[in-house]
């Protein structure tokens, strides 16, 4: 299966503690996105990389949330002293770099489920 | 006020009926646009594109107004399997692509 891929799907944790979340795009995809959703709700922007470099990181993005891509493949998303409102899903899409003649899909994968007690 | 604003759910309709979803960006310079549908437990996947002249794929239709900053999906003839969300997306070319995705409509086609 060459589609984005995502571990782990599932992860409980306490409040307080650290998670880290990896996301593996398809190969040939140098964009590379995270978003958040929470039931009911749209994906939210957190932060996008073009190669190994971040793009732009969300203002709504507490310092407790970081990610990167250090060689331009795949990527980790790291939250610190995690909180009840940090439970989502994130889900990481990936793209190839935006040109006139590209369509702007993201390719979404399955997502990590994180759920904060 | 969020960037992109959908019509609220759920939208529950009778197999064949046409359903219109609406969609509002307040981003004027917003370049691309897009419907993204997602099934209940899953990933968004693109359904389609939306151009300026209007589109039509089967029995899905999107028009876009940019004067109005304004975008709809026209599914005709619902079928049980359209029952999904559906996610209307603006991109922002001067902010290198990123995409913006509204809070979704749910669909529900019922026999």
């Known amino acids: 299966d060459t589609g984005v891929s995502q571990n782990p799907r599932h992860k409980i944790t306490k409040r307080g503690q650290n998670v880290t979340f990896r996301c593996d795009p398809i190969s040939e995809h140098n964009r590379l996105y995270w978003y958040r959703q929470t039931l009911g709700q749209g994906p939210e922007f957190l932060t996008y990389?073009?190669?190994?470099?971040?793009?732009?990181k969300s203002r709504l993005l507490s310092d407790r949330f970081s990610a990167e891509r250090p060689k331009g493949s795949f990527s980790t998303l790291e939250i610190q002293r995690t909180e009840q409102g940090d439970s989502a899903m994130y889900l990481c899409a990936s793209s190839p770099v935006r040109t006139a003649l590209s369509t702007g899909e993201l390719f979404f994968g399955e997502g990590s489920r994180l759920t904060v007690l | 006020r969020k960037e992109v604003e959908q019509d609220p759910g759920p939208f529950n309709v009778p197999e064949g009926a046409t359903v219109a979803f609406n969609c509002t960006y307040s981003?004027?310079?917003?370049?691309?646009f897009f419907w993204y549908r997602q099934d209940c437990r899953k990933e968004p996947k693109l359904l389609m594109s939306v151009y300026s002249s209007g589109n039509e794929d089967g029995r899905f239709t999107a028009q876009l107004n940019r004067a109005s900053q304004y975008i709809s999906l026209l599914i005709r003839d619902s079928k049980l399997s359209d029952s999904a969300t559906y996610l209307c997306?603006?991109?922002?070319?001067?902010?290198?692509?990123?995409?913006?995705f509204g809070q979704g409509t749910e669909l529900s086609v019922k026999p």
């Open positions: 981003n004027s310079a917003s370049q691309s």
């Open positions: 997306v603006v991109e922002h070319y001067n902010q290198g692509g990123k995409l913006i």
């Open positions: 990389f073009q190669n190994e470099a971040q793009l732009e």
